[in-house]
């Protein structure tokens, strides 16, 4: 699952405000941009609202994890204090991946070959 949390940034606070059930566990991001995220407009909206609120002392996190016990797991070894202990998001669940997707990371490698024909002429 992913998860994006609002943590504090002094660590000593972490709360889930939403999460997709989509499974990629390559996930950890701090001090992600609402930009970034993939969200619908209506969540998005949902999300800055809370946010903006709190921004000078807190920032999101994407994070991912198999379950969420993973996720407590995670965010101890990170340092956080005080984790969540239920994985009930407070703004939404999702069913799409919460990152948008690098350009970069789009691109197809395509391989092509170029041949040239040269005639020489005699004179």
Known sequence: ??????????????????YSKLQDNNISKRNVSTKDLNLTFENLQKLEN???KKLMNYELLVE????????????????YKIIPQGSKPKLFVENQNFLKINEVSKK??????????HNESSE
Request: hydrophobic share 45%.
């Open 1 to 18: 699952m992913q998860y994006i949390l609002l943590a504090k940034r002094d660590k000593s606070f972490v709360e889930i405000l939403a």
């Open 50 to 52: 809370f946010y903006d």
């Open 64 to 79: 991912s994890a198999k379950s969420f016990g993973e996720l407590q797991a995670n965010l101890r070894s990170k340092g």
């Open 108 to 117: 197809k490698v395509v391989e092509f070959k170029i041949t040239v024909e």
